[in-house]
């Protein structure tokens, strides 16, 4: 029982970690009341190894291009069939 509530808080704490990196200095921003937290979640991404954008190009991996616009579809419609004008 001990084991499984300690798991438990673990996985929180990485939780909020994590949501406390996505919230403030992912963004730019300091960590209110805690700016020590903010520069050791810095350090601790910039100590991480980074993947390289697999086709070459600048910007993010996976990006859309730009170019013709992909046709929306509404909702409950199949896929093969035309939008409703």
Do not use: C, Q
């Amino acid at each position: 029982m001990f084991m499984i509530v300690f798991v438990m808080l673990l996985i929180l704490g990485v939780a909020a970690l994590v949501m406390t990196f996505a919230a403030y200095p992912n963004r730019g921003h300091d960590v209110p009341r805690a700016p020590w937290l903010g520069e050791a979640l810095n350090r601790a991404v910039e100590a991480m190894p980074n993947l390289e954008n697999p086709d070459g190009t600048p910007g993010p991996a996976g990006e859309v291009r730009a170019g013709r616009p992909t046709p929306r579809r509404e909702p409950g419609t199949p896929k093969g069939s035309a939008r409703a004008s």
